[in-house]
């Protein structure tokens, strides 16, 4: 079959090639005189078409389709037949034409799953005794002691015999922190082992292990998704017998065989032949402009047609590595300090969550200490020597709750950072100075700024239910669901259990959806449509998908599918349109009125105006995302980066606020809050004073209007009139410090301005900042 693929390839330009020459020739031989020598090379021209249209014909004959190419086939013969040469020749011109055009959307890519393949151990390492030895994986027996390595992937599944393991199972549940297993506990083949040596003792082969269901999976579920219908094919199954019916028809009424070769001639498809391919490349090179790969043009077609639209989460609706959630402190320490000695023990750290600190301390403006003597305990943390002072970072020696004697409560910050990690699903990275607790660093996979716009748009295009299916836990899972309006959640999916999901999913409806993990890869092959985030995905996701996205924004999949709908309501409408205008020929042609080769002529005429209808998928579609102004995008970067540098003063009002306890030190409380007053002043304000006057006039074209960010003007006036009643409080305050009465009010007004100044950096950020187009490939800022 690939073979018989490769040389239809090779034969569709050449045959174009070839009827357009002769097809010119022919027309200079009649200019010149010579109308012998045009109808043999018309007549060859029809003759040689016709040799590989009546193989393509029989070939979907074999898969039990009667597709357009039947009626090319019976016009080309039938102008052989009578004598209508030119007719013919620019049937096979079209033929061609179409054929080629059909092609070159199809060869964008071949589907295969060899990152899959290369990814997994061809070797394990056996323990016997004293001795190690290096064995085949497909040697490794169920019972035998697997010795792994740092940084080695796990090669069968099996249970750890002795110590923890630290592993990074992002492959499999495409969750990007690393995981703890305990002697006894399951470890499943294809994890990657995060930290120390460790030994497991084999449950299953190399062929029953999870690493290599995988991969049959994958093979499965390719195998299994229908082959998509060509769009010409579907409205060939009315249109050919209605051809055939008046063409049998007006020879039988007429005994005159010129009459229904006429009508044949004027039947052939050339708008299906041409309008849904010259669509859909079209749409197809809109796509890719903007950083979307399609594999073929039946994928666009399916996608413009699908209702129903699953995503995994990692990496696909999160940013698919942890940022910092939030900073707590133990009394007396800024959060600022607790942020800027974790970042500077970790800076040297290649871990997730150590990037992860130091990228948020570098982002805040913090200036790093270098520390002497870092060391690293795989799954503990790290410690150092940072200004003098012995600094971990990571788990505690014990949770905190654990080292209180009994009847002792824990202190209220470790409290508050034990039910906060609790509520949020958040990962904690505690800092210890010198043997003691300081200050807590909580880090959470957040959702994408885009996500939010890129759904909305997404139902907006078509899409009826949202569906999430992840391999990570249930409360995380929900959460993000929550905030995006997901219609269904599904959570702690193994592949395989993806895969059951997409099926059932496609019994429903035509079904995309959308990965970035190996984990994914079966999911995908198994949608109508698979959706890979290549910038930062796998190889195996991106070569199991038909759509990949090579810049990492999800909101291009709503380009793409809006491009998607447009280009294949263009192909119906032209399909449709030239069908409509080729019937009234067929009943002119019928009735004698329009001899074959004048037919031919018309056609090319309804062929023109389909083909010119056509290109109009190569335009702009109002409804993919608004346009920014180069001045707009620049600002909106600058803005973007000034949110980043903004965190800590979010941090410092909540600080503030937790400061103002009945019990505090009033000078204490009086300091933060005139710190905050400081930071309001000098650097928040201003910010979203010129957010108002300077990016918001900006975006205003764009959006349709000033009544656009209209809301969050309104926001800009709550924080400056929050901010105003902060001053009038430090204004009563004096000399005396804050009276007792003003607590209340001053701690509400904080806590106030902290949600109202976290809301907004949200919506910003998901509704203007997202806008922006990426200064360059790769990850958007």
Known sequence: MEVLRSRTARLEPVLLVVTAVLVAAGGVARWAGAAGLADLLWGACAGIAVVPALGWVLSALRRGQAGVDLIAVLALGGTLAVGEYLAGALIALMLATGRTLEAAARRRATR????????????????????????????????????????????????????????????????????????????????????????????????????????????????????????????????????????????????DPVRAVAVLVVA?????????????????????????????????????RARTLLLDKTGTLTGG???????????????????????????????????????????RGLELSAPDGVTEEPGRGATGVVEGRRVTVGRLAEEPGASAAPGSPLPAWVRAVDNRALLDGAAVAWLTVAGRAVGAVLLRDPVRPDAPRAL???????????????????????????????????????????????RAERERAVTVMVG???????????????????????????????????????????????????????????????????????????????????????????DAAVILNALRALGADRAVGPALQPRAAELVRRFAAEHDDLRDVLDAVRDAADRLSADADPDEALAAVAGVHRLLTERLLPHEHAEEHELYPALAPALGGPEATATMSRAHAEIDRLARRVATHLALAGPAGLAPEQLDDLRACLYGLHTVLRLHFVQEEESYFSLAPDPAPGPSA
């Open 112 to 255: 295969d799953l060899r990152a899959l393949l290369e990814r997994a151990p061809r070797t394990a390492r056996l323990r016997a005794g004293a001795e190690v030895r290096t064995v085949p994986c497909d040697q490794v027996g169920v019972g035998d002691t697997v010795v792994v390595g740092p940084g080695e992937v796990v090669p069968v599944d099996g249970r750890l015999t002795g110590g923890t393991a630290v592993l990074d199972e992002s492959a499999l549940t495409g969750e990007p922190l690393a995981v703890r297993r305990a002697p006894g506990e399951a470890v499943r083949s294809g994890v990657v082992n995060a930290g120390g040596v460790f030994d497991l003792r084999a449950s299953a082969t190399e062929a029953d292990s999870t690493y290599a269901g995988i991969v049959r999976l994958a093979r499965e579920a390719g195998e299994r998704s229908a082959p998509v219908v060509r769009l010409a094919d579907r409205y060939a199954a009315w249109f050919l017998p209605l051809s055939l019916a008046v063409a049998g028809i007006a020879w039988l009424l007429s005994g």
């Open 268 to 304: 052939t498809p050339c708008p299906l032949l041409l309008a849904a391919p010259v669509a859909v490349v079209s749409g197809l090179s809109r796509t890719s402009r903007l950083g979307v790969v399609v594999r073929d043009g039946g994928a666009l077609e399916t996608l413009g």
């Open 321 to 363: 590595r942890p940022r910092v959630l939030d900073v707590f402190a133990a009394p007396g320490t800024p959060p600022g300090e607790v942020l800027r000695l974790a970042a500077s023990v970790d800076q040297y750290s290649p871990h997730v969550l150590a990037r992860a600190l130091v990228e948020a301390a570098r982002e």
């Open 456 to 502: 909305r748009r997404l139902r907006t295009a078509g899409f009826g239910r949202l569906v999430m299916l992840t391999g990570d836990r249930a409360e995380p899972a929900r959460e993000v669901g929550a905030v995006l309006g997901l219609d269904a959640v599904r959570a702690g999916l193994s592949p395989a259990g993806k895969v059951a999901e997409v």
């Open 516 to 606: 970035d993990g190996v984990n994914d890869a079966p999911a995908l092959a198994a949608a109508d449509v698979g959706v890979a985030m290549g910038a930062h995905g796998s190889t195996a996701s991106s070569e199991a998908a038909d759509v990949v996205l090579t810049t990492d924004r999800v909101d291009r999949l709503a380009d793409a599918v809006q491009i998607a709908v447009r280009a294949r309501r263009i192909a119906v409408q032209s399909a449709l349109g030239g069908m409509a205008l080729s019937l009234a020929a067929m009943v002119a042609a019928a009735f004698g009125l329009l001899p074959p080769a004048a037919g031919a002529l018309l056609q090319e005429g309804i």
